[in-house]
């Protein structure tokens, strides 16, 4: 995985431009709602989502798997984003508790079980009542079933991407116990699930599997 990510960032560099995603916008604006101070992003890349969380005062962590990724976030975006280089299956990297945590277009690229222990990580980093946001590519994306099946709705396609699709019974698998609250559609360049967790809530998520 980190040899990848490595590679793809030495060759296509910043490969999704500069714009921060939609999930990032209103993540961002959630954030700022909720009065939340410092946040961490998991999968930091060169620093495209990051931005406007650093703008609208919110301190910002990260965790990047790529050297290279890392030197074009220093380049674009300043020194003043703490970003540890490594893998998020090696997460924690500090002992810090974070108001929020903001994880995009990461946790369907890992196993099983790397899932699991990203979603427990990042819920174990917040401070209590703080938010933790996940993306997630939906089964209803039009590359669901393509390339090599290696498991239940996971898929290896793009010369070594191995990507699983979530649905909302997988997502109340996953995150159920961990504070998950509301699961919302999003368009990203995939159909996308939007997924806020808050710690400390024992308000149970009631999936409406039928409507």
Not at 119 to 126: K, R
Not at 151 to 156: N, T
Not at 189 to 198: A, D, E, G
Request: a negative charge; glycine letters at 10%.
């Amino acid at each position: 995985m980190a040899e990848f990510w490595e590679e793809a960032f030495k060759d296509k560099l910043e490969m999704w431009g500069f714009e921060p995603a939609k999930s990032a916008v209103l993540t961002k604006n959630f954030f700022v709602e909720k009065g939340i101070r410092n946040i961490l992003i998991p999968g930091i890349g060169y620093g495209r989502n990051a931005h406007i969380f650093k703008e609208s005062g919110i301190e910002v962590t990260g965790i990047e798997i790529s050297k290279t990724a890392i030197a074009l976030a220093s380049k674009h975006y300043g020194t003043d984003i703490t970003i540890y280089q490594g893998s998020v299956t090696d997460m924690p990297f500090d002992n810090k508790q974070y108001d929020g945590v903001f994880c995009y277009g990461l946790i369907y690229l890992l196993d099983s079980h790397d899932r699991i222990k990203l979603i427990s990580d990042c819920y174990n980093q917040l401070s209590e009542n703080g938010y933790m946001i996940f993306t997630a590519v939906t089964k209803e994306a039009h590359i669901y079933g393509q390339g090599k099946q290696i498991g239940q709705d996971r898929f290896e396609m793009f010369g070594g991407v191995q990507i699983f699709f979530y649905d909302k019974e997988s997502i109340q698998q996953e995150f159920g116990n961990s504070g998950l609250f509301e699961i919302t559609e999003i368009t990203e360049n995939y159909p996308f699930y939007l997924i806020k967790c808050r710690k400390g809530d024992t308000k149970k998520y009631e999936d409406q599997f039928n409507t």
